[in-house]
């Protein structure tokens, strides 16, 4: 199957509205992948921080849970502990244990089952402190959880409720009561816990220090803060419970972290576009390596082809720039120039060089003139030197953008086509020659028939009178008389005439005969008819590897037989050519020259052919125009006589004229025919003033 030839459309051109709207579509994409980016970034900042707060605070709510039960075991131990016997005693010891391990406890009180005080403990060290007379009568909140904790024997806490201190200020307190029971009596102890002091002392330290922290009741009542004053960003807020036995409280966090910063999320977004960009144009990449790959291979499939094409073609391909440099030749052009295609490339076009002397140069390649299908001759040198002519056909190079960038030219060696017609010119003129011959052989054989017998008869009546004149001047008297001798002479002498008469009749008759043929006369452009013989011309020179000279001057015109006068033109230049054959190549040089020329006081036109040949040997000068005067081996020696006979018919004058140096000069003088409405006839004009013949 064959490559598909290149697409020959041209991308199309993109208008700068579509490249507009393509940039600002490429904007718009970029800058939504952004924002997304940094909003997801921002999101998932913000849910893992809001996570690990959470985290964070249930840890914190564990820390502080395992504090308070461990308060709620120690409470539970001292009250196990109760000595039925001095209550109060084992109770003291306990109490001031646990509080001096719990910094949030502010008293501890033993009550009996009736609320009455049986016995308190206050801390040792600085805290808030509960003066006594406030525990006077218990409060609601206390009683409950008292009463609870008896009727079901567990630690329960009271709701939060505030408690004045010293300094008019106030704090919210929570009560853990814890059954105890003795054998004799049973009451429950009562562990007095300042809320915002559990919240700063029992939290872990790096915890509390990093978050606003609040204590908030089921109903949403504040209850206590941390004293680090610290507020909270806001951003990041998680309230988790705080269950304790008989009342759930809610811890609320605020983080002091603010909102995850644009910064980073720009630099996670550009990071994540930069790696996002960077896959799409990894993917660009491979499709473009991929469509580049076929491409290629199309290409060289392409090239393949192209070359076994160009292989395979007879005819000469050529290219070349407008410089008229080459820069491409197939192989076929190689093998006929004999260069090889490096040697080609870059140099000019191997053309032989002009005829010296022409006046129009020869077509070169490049002019434009073989675009159509006549394409047009030139004549190309081998590399040995040898020319040959060549039929060129030409096509302009156009590039993409529809300039001319050079041609491209076919050639076809047209040289054996030449040969061919030169052999068939040759055979054609051979067989002219053996026609002419046996027809002359055929004149020849009926006028010797035809005299043969005048002269015979001439011979044998001059012999008979000789015989008669011998007897005359022999007296014999046997003699017939004078008289009778005198009659048979003059007889004799009669036929003689009549048969010689009879011979003149019979070359009368033939010389009519050939005279009978009539010349065609018609106005003829010498310049015209010159150049219609000129390539004949230049074929009879190519072949004695002689140079042509064309020197045509003015247009006169003639009257004449065109193919007449072409045939004796013809007829010089072949001389001329021939003559020049015992000369070296170079020196080999044929004129023909034309113009206007004056001589016996009227209007000629003058046709000159010159060589410089071997001339004309002196002894041969008188015979030259005779019939049958030959020095060629394979000469007639008719061509110059008929010639002198056809330009004598014309009214002009073929001669031969004298130069000085070697060669020579044959001329043709006609008369110039003005076109006007009474001409003379040409006969007449030819016995009108000739010039002196030389
Ligand atoms: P042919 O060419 O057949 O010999 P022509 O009548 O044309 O017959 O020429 C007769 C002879 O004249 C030639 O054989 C040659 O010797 C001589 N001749 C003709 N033209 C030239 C010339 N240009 N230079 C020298 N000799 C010439």
Redesign the pocket.
Known sequence: MFPKPPDPARPAQRSPTRIGLLAALVVLFVVAVLGATVWLAADYQRNEREEALMAATETAIAALRGRLGAAERALGQIAHEIDPAAPAARFEAGAARLLADDPSLLRIEMRNSDGALIAAADPVDPRPRIAADQRGTLGFETTLAKHSAMTFSRAVYSRPYYVSASGGLGFEVTDLAVPWDTAAESGSLLAIRSLPRMLDRLLPADFERAHQITLIESDGTLVARTSSGLIGAGVYVVSAPLELPGVTLLLRVNSLERSPGLVPGMLAASLVALVLGLASSGLLLWRDTRRRLAAEQALREQQAFRKAMEDSLVTGLYAYDLEGRITYVNPAFCEMTGYRAEALLGAAPPIAPADTGTDEPPHRPGQGIGTGRQGFEIELQRRDGERFPALVFEAALIDESGRQTGWMGSILDIGERRRVEELNRRQQEKLQAHARMAMLGEVATALSHELNQPLAAITSYATACENLLLEDFEPDPRARDRAAQRTILRSALERIRSQSERAGQVIHGVQAFVRRRRIEREPIAIDALLRDIEPLVRLQARKWNAQLVFRIDGSPLVCGDRTMLEQALL?LTR??AE?MDGIPPLQRMLTVESGAHREAERDWVRVSVS?L????APE?EPQ?FQPF????PE???????LSRSVIEAHGGQLRRERRDGPG?V?SILLPLHRPAPARREMAGLASEALPPGP
């Open positions: 007829n001389n001329g003559a060589d040949g071997c001339g004309v041969a030259l005067f030959t020095t060629k000469g007639l020696g008719i061509g110059l006589s020579s044959f």
